[in-house]
């Protein structure tokens, strides 16, 4: 996603590796980029991202950012919601 929307990206302050990602292999987290989002008109955000190779199309939502926002993540419907300023966002 970042190499396709060319976002730009910089040195991570804190560099790590992942084991869990690739089986046997490891990968190193050089890199990070901040990333602008919006759900619907009703929200717009910016998160930071760790950036490492893999095959995905979707903007994955860790815990930093779940909790810091009080999100309930419904598993099977695959969304979060959350209230922002008295408003729910869904």
């Known amino acids: 996603m970042v190499e396709k ?3 730009p990206t910089m040195a991570h302050p ?3 590796k992942l084991q869990w990602l690739r089986k046997g ?3 190193k987290v050089t890199n990070r980029c901040c990333v602008q989002f919006s759900v ?7 998160v930071w991202c760790d950036v490492i190779p893999m ?3 979707y903007l994955l939502l860790g815990r930093p950012w ?3 926002h009080q999100a309930i ?3 099977f419907k695959n969304n ?3 209230i922002k300023n008295s408003i729910k966002i869904y």
């Open 25 to 27: 292999n490891e990968v």
């Open 40 to 46: 619907r008109s009703k929200y717009q955000d910016e």
């Open 73 to 75: 993540h419904k598993g």
């Open 80 to 82: 979060y919601s959350f």
């Open 66 to 68: 779940r909790y810091d």
């Open 14 to 16: 804190h560099p790590y």
């Open 5 to 7: 929307l060319k976002l």
């Open 55 to 57: 095959d995905t199309c």
